[in-house]
C-alpha cells in the first residue's frame, strides 16, 4: 500500500494561473487613468530632465549654449529689415533740435531692438520747449521724430530770470533780455506763472491802454498791478479784475484821467476807487495850499 503512494514535486504541480500579488496591483493601478498616464508620460519626462540636467550642470555646457542663444539672438535682430539706417526730426527750431539730438542715437546703423523708444520720447518731453513728441521707426529704416514744441504766449520775470511760459504756465525756455521777445507781453510776481490764463484776459481787455502797459505783477499771489509807463499804476482787486480795468477805461475815455498827473488808481475797493498823485504833483499842491492859507490868513 505505502509503494503505491508517489510524492509529487512541486514543479510537477500544475501553473496556478491567477496573478502574483505584486502584479494583481500593477494590473489594477494601470487601470486607473491618472497612473496610467503618468506611468507613459511621466517617466519619459523624468528621464529627460534628469539627462538634461546632468548636461547644464557642467560649466563649459552652459556657457556653449548661452554663447549660442547670444548667437542666434544678434543675427536675429541684425537682420536688414530690423536696422535703423537714419532719423528725422520734424518741429522746432534750431535750438531745440539741437536738445533733442542730443537724446538721439548718433551712431547708425542701429537695430531697432536696441532703441528705447518709449524712454527716447519721456526723455524728450523732459525739455522744456517740448509739449508733446511721438518716436517710431518709420518706412525706409528711418527713426521718426515729430516734435510738438510748446508755444510761448508770456514773459514770466522770475527774479533776474525771463522765463518764456504758455498758456498753461509751463516753462518753455528763457531768454536774456526783454528786448528779445517784445512780442510777448510781461508778467511777475510769486504766482503770476500759475494764473497766466488771467493776466492773458486783462492784456486783451487793456484796449486803448495796451500801448501804454508794460506788465503785470501779482501782488500776494491774490492780485495783479497793472503796471504802466511814466511809473503809472492801476491797482485791480482779486475779484473781477477785467471789469475793473474796463472801469479805469470807462473813466480815463470821460476824464482822459491818466494823461494827468496820477501816480496810482486803486480799484481794490471798487465801490470807491482812489487816485493818488505822484510826487511832484502832491509837493506842488501842498505848496499851492500852503500859499493860499498864508494869503487868507493876510487878508
Known amino acids: ?54 548636461w547644464y550642470s557642467k560649466l563649459e555646457n552652459r556657457a556653449a549654449l548661452a554663447k549660442t542663444i547670444e548667437e542666434t539672438k544678434q543675427s536675429f535682430q541684425e537682420r536688414p529689415q530690423f536696422m535703423v539706417q537714419s532719423m528725422n526730426v520734424i518741429g522746432g527750431d534750431l535750438s531745440v533740435l539741437t ?15 536696441d532703441l528705447d523708444l518709449e524712454k527716447i520720447r519721456t526723455d524728450i518731453e523732459a525739455l522744456d520747449p517740448i509739449k508733446s513728441a511721438s518716436v517710431r521707426v518709420g518706412q525706409g529704416g528711418a527713426l521718426d521724430v515729430r516734435l510738438t514744441p510748446r508755444v510761448p504766449v508770456a514773459l514770466w520775470r522770475d527774479g533776474t530770470l525771463l522765463r518764456l511760459i504758455d498758456a498753461d504756465g509751463v516753462q518753455s525756455g528763457e531768454i536774456a533780455a526783454r528786448a528779445d521777445r517784445l512780442d510777448l507781453p510781461l508778467i511777475a510776481g510769486d504766482g503770476a506763472e500759475d494764473n497766466i490764463a488771467e493776466a492773458l484776459r486783462l492784456f486783451a481787455a487793456a484796449g486803448p491802454l495796451i500801448d501804454r502797459v508794460r506788465g503785470l505783477v501779482r501782488m500776494g499771489e491774490r492780485r495783479w ?25 470807462a473813466l480815463n475815455d470821460a476824464q482822459d484821467m491818466l494823461s494827468r498827473d496820477v501816480a496810482v488808481v486803486d480799484m481794490r475797493n471798487t465801490n470807491r476807487p482812489t487816485l493818488r498823485m505822484n510826487e511832484e504833483a502832491a509837493e506842488a499842491l501842498r505848496r499851492s495850499t500852503t500859499t493860499i492859507s498864508t494869503n487868507e490868513a493876510g487878508n
Open 99 to 113: 536738445e533733442v539730438a542730443a537724446l538721439l542715437p548718433s551712431d547708425f546703423p542701429v537695430s531697432s531692438f
Open 1 to 54: 500500500m505505502r509503494s503505491l503512494i508517489r510524492r509529487t514535486s512541486p514543479a510537477a504541480l500544475p501553473r496556478d494561473p491567477a496573478p502574483s500579488r505584486m502584479g494583481y496591483r500593477y494590473q489594477r493601478m494601470m487601470l486607473t487613468p491618472g497612473f496610467r498616464g503618468t506611468v507613459r508620460i511621466g517617466v519619459p519626462i523624468l528621464l529627460i530632465v534628469i539627462i538634461a540636467g546632468s
Open 225 to 249: 498791478d497793472m503796471v504802466l509807463d511814466r511809473d503809472q499804476r492801476i491797482l485791480l482787486p482779486s475779484e473781477n479784475p477785467v471789469a475793473a480795468l474796463d472801469r479805469v477805461i
